[in-house]
């Protein structure tokens, strides 16, 4: 799909605007992607695919039962998203501008995700299960809000997430971790990039870990942090 938009389309399931699977595969480039609503990805819907976006916007999507505001992936997807934009995406669940679950990998390149918002965690994105890897480089994660855990990134259930060289700043989780939030046996990298003015209502103001997950952080700056309870930069529990 190049230089096109799809706006104001609806999915009784997967995949407001579009839906690929079962060996499919789908690239966007230079497309929009904009105030589509679906059960899960409310803009686009990717289960045991490949998936290419580039140079493209995704904004105003809404997941209406499940997770992904702005893209659901998951039965081992593999996916690069780069030179794109996230913006005021919703979703009712996990992943307010993407959900990552079941084995999926994904690369996000030079990415801004900016005002999205989950009701449960992962304001901005949710890594959710073993298997699932998401390397995040050159990119920027601000003004993302969840009710949950996560303001900007939500990694448990034995996912792995990587930052590097990327900006993560004035998120809020209306729990723990206000910029970050790491469980359940998971897996936090994060490496020259900044955190700042990332708030939450609960533990970790920058990071929250909690039930073994596991942080390595180098060559970072963390400030400007807000902690309802204990650890305004970051919390281990």
């Given at each position: 799909v190049t230089d096109s938009a799809l706006n104001s389309n609806t999915a009784v399931s997967g995949g407001g605007a579009l839906s690929v699977r079962a060996g499919g595969s789908l690239t966007l480039?230079?497309?929009?992607?904009?105030?589509?609503?679906?059960?899960?990805?409310?803009?686009?819907?990717?289960?045991d695919a490949t998936l290419i976006i580039d140079n493209s916007t995704l904004a105003g999507n809404q997941s209406t039962g499940a997770d992904g505001g702005?893209?659901?992936?998951?039965?081992?997807?593999?996916?690069?998203?780069?030179?794109?934009?996230?913006?005021?995406?919703?979703?009712?669940?996990?992943?307010?501008g993407i959900y990552f679950s079941r084995d999926s990998q994904s690369t996000i390149e030079t990415v801004l995700l900016e005002d999205n918002r989950a009701q449960t965690n992962g304001g901005a994105i949710a890594v959710n299960g073993r298997g699932v890897r998401?390397?995040?480089?050159?990119?920027?994660?601000?003004?993302?809000?969840?009710?949950?855990?996560?303001?900007?990134?939500?990694t448990a259930l034995g996912g792995q997430t990587s930052v590097t060289n990327s900006s993560i700043n004035n998120n809020i989780a209306?729990?723990?971790?206000?910029?970050?939030?790491v469980g359940s046996s998971s897996g936090l990298?994060?490496?020259?990039?900044?955190?700042?003015?990332?708030?939450?209502?609960?533990?970790?103001?920058?990071?929250?870990?909690?039930?073994?997950?596991q942080v390595l952080l180098s060559n970072s700056t963390l400030n400007g942090k807000i902690a309802g309870a204990n650890g305004g930069g970051l919390d281990l529990n």
């Amino acid at each position: 799909v190049t230089d096109s938009a799809l706006n104001s389309n609806t999915a009784v399931s997967g995949g407001g605007a579009l839906s690929v699977r079962a060996g499919g595969s789908l690239t966007l480039l230079r497309t929009d992607i904009l105030n589509n609503t679906g059960l899960r990805g409310g803009g686009v819907f990717a289960r045991d695919a490949t998936l290419i976006i580039d140079n493209s916007t995704l904004a105003g999507n809404q997941s209406t039962g499940a997770d992904g505001g702005g893209i659901y992936t998951g039965d081992g997807t593999v996916s690069s998203i780069q030179n794109s934009t996230l913006r005021n995406n919703r979703s009712t669940a996990q992943g307010g501008g993407i959900y990552f679950s079941r084995d999926s990998q994904s690369t996000i390149e030079t990415v801004l995700l900016e005002d999205n918002r989950a009701q449960t965690n992962g304001g901005a994105i949710a890594v959710n299960g073993r298997g699932v890897r998401v390397v995040i480089n050159n990119s920027q994660i601000s003004s993302n809000r969840t009710d949950g855990d996560g303001g900007a990134v939500y990694t448990a259930l034995g996912g792995q997430t990587s930052v590097t060289n990327s900006s993560i700043n004035n998120n809020i989780a209306q729990n723990n971790g206000g910029g970050l939030y790491v469980g359940s046996s998971s897996g936090l990298t994060i490496d020259r990039s900044i955190l700042a003015g990332n708030q939450s209502g609960g533990n970790g103001g920058g990071i929250s870990a909690r039930q073994e997950g596991q942080v390595l952080l180098s060559n970072s700056t963390l400030n400007g942090k807000i902690a309802g309870a204990n650890g305004g930069g970051l919390d281990l529990n």
